[in-house]
T-cell receptor, first 115, second 112 residues
Framework: EAGVAQSPRYKIIEKRQSVAFWCNPI?????LYWYQQILGQGPKLLIQ????????DSQLPKDRFSAERLKGVDSTLKIQPAKLEDSAVYLC?????????????FGPGTRLLVL | AQTVTQSQPEMSVQEAETVTLSCTYD???????LFWYKQPPSRQMILVIR??????QNATENRFSVNFQKAAKSFSLKISDSQLGDAAMYFC?????????FGPGTRLSVLP
């Protein structure tokens, strides 16, 4: 079974530029999560999708971050414009459903550096 | 808001020995889930063990076990017979409904 795929693995941009990350969850997983992991910290949930609908985006900085999950499969996370403090690893995870104990499977992450 | 605290930024253990990683959390809820995740260097995060708050019995997965003290809001992870492959960042996490919160992590080194 293929795992969660993310691309690109690394990205370096200058502040005020735009960037997009892509995630392909495990086949059949209805729930998809995007996390931001700043160096030395635990992951912070940005947004959660159930199929193609948003379940929770309370911690997503909506003035500059956007995410979509068209057709309930792949997802993209965009930052426009980027700030220095956006430098982090962006993790995508998926689970079969969103039950409380449902195991989340994580992708390798995209490491973003904003200069 | 719920918070998860891991008071040990770094820990080390001798190979084959036992180590315990600490985690405390803050919640006013009675029904929730707790998790330990492992993030090896440059590798993907994986689930180590999980615990339902309504279960009194501590969860066990092979060499990994937890000490869940609900009243104290404590959820420690014990790794027995430590192996070199156990070296990683370990994150404690709390989940209730859509609220999923990770702690800051503990970096575990395993000494040969």
């Amino acid at each position: 079974e293929a795992g969660v795929a993310q691309s690109p693995r690394y990205k370096i941009i200058e502040k005020r530029q735009s960037v997009a990350f892509w995630c392909n969850p495990i086949s059949g997983h209805a729930t998809l999560y995007w996390y931001q992991q700043i160096l030395g910290q635990g992951p912070k949930l940005l947004i959660q999708f159930q199929n193609n609908g948003v379940v929770d985006d309370s911690q997503l900085p909506k003035d500059r971050f956007s995410a979509e999950r068209l057709k309930g499969v792949d997802s993209t996370l965009k930052i426009q414009p980027a700030k220095l403090e956006d430098s982090a690893v962006y993790l995508c995870a998926s689970s079969l459903e969103s039950r409380g104990d449902e195991t989340q499977y994580f992708g390798p992450g995209t490491r973003l550096l904003v200069l | 808001a719920q918070t998860v605290t891991q008071s040990q930024p770094e820990m080390s253990v001798q190979e084959a020995e036992t180590v315990t990683l600490s985690c405390t959390y803050d919640t006013s809820e009675s029904d929730y889930y707790l998790f330990w995740y492992k993030q090896p260097p440059s590798r993907q995060m994986i689930l180590v063990i999980r615990q339902e708050a309504y279960k009194q019995q501590n969860a066990t997965e092979n060499r990994f076990s937890v000490n869940f003290q609900k009243a104290a809001k404590s959820f420690s992870l014990k790794i027995s017979d430590s192996q070199l492959g156990d070296a990683a960042m370990y994150f404690c996490a709390y989940k209730r409904g859509q609220n999923f919160v990770f702690g800051p992590g503990t970096r575990l080194s395993v000494l040969p």
